[in-house]
């Protein structure tokens, strides 16, 4: 099995910044890209931002410059800094890994439950 835990959403007033992490756990061999993808009431799940093992980024476009993602591949975690937060930027966020779980096996996607993230203005 492979687990991914996330912690650190909560509730912060606009203009603040909040920092995610996400730590994938369990029958692990390699993980290819890592990320987020968010999800606000009533709307579909969304990139936020992913990265590839070699570290090549990618941002939707309503995060770029606030957002910076960045990945630890010794130990399997990636973090989201999200700074200049906005009201709109409220939804669950969920982590996401793509992994293989032996060397021989395909990859697949692993998510984490989610952590919700609320900004009031």
């Known amino acids: 099995q492979v687990q991914l835990v996330e912690s650190g959403g909560g509730l912060v007033q606009a203009g603040g910044s909040l920092r995610l992490s996400c730590a994938a756990s369990?029958?692990?061999?390699?993980?290819?890209?890592m990320g987020w993808y968010r999800q606000a009431p009533g709307k579909q799940r969304e990139l936020v931002a992913d990265?590839?093992?070699?570290?090549?980024?990618n941002y939707a476009d309503s995060v770029m410059d606030r957002f910076t993602i960045s990945r630890d591949n010794a130990k399997n975690t990636v973090v989201l800094q999200m700074n200049s937060l906005k009201p709109e930027d409220t939804a669950v966020y969920y982590c996401?890994?793509?992994?293989?779980?032996?060397?021989?096996?395909?990859?697949?996607?692993?998510w984490g439950q989610g952590t919700q993230v609320t900004v009031s203005s």
């Open positions: 369990g029958s692990i061999s390699s993980i290819n890209d």
């Open positions: 990265i590839s093992r070699g570290g090549s980024t």
């Open positions: 996401y890994a793509r992994v293989r779980r032996t060397p021989w096996a395909a990859f697949r996607d692993y």
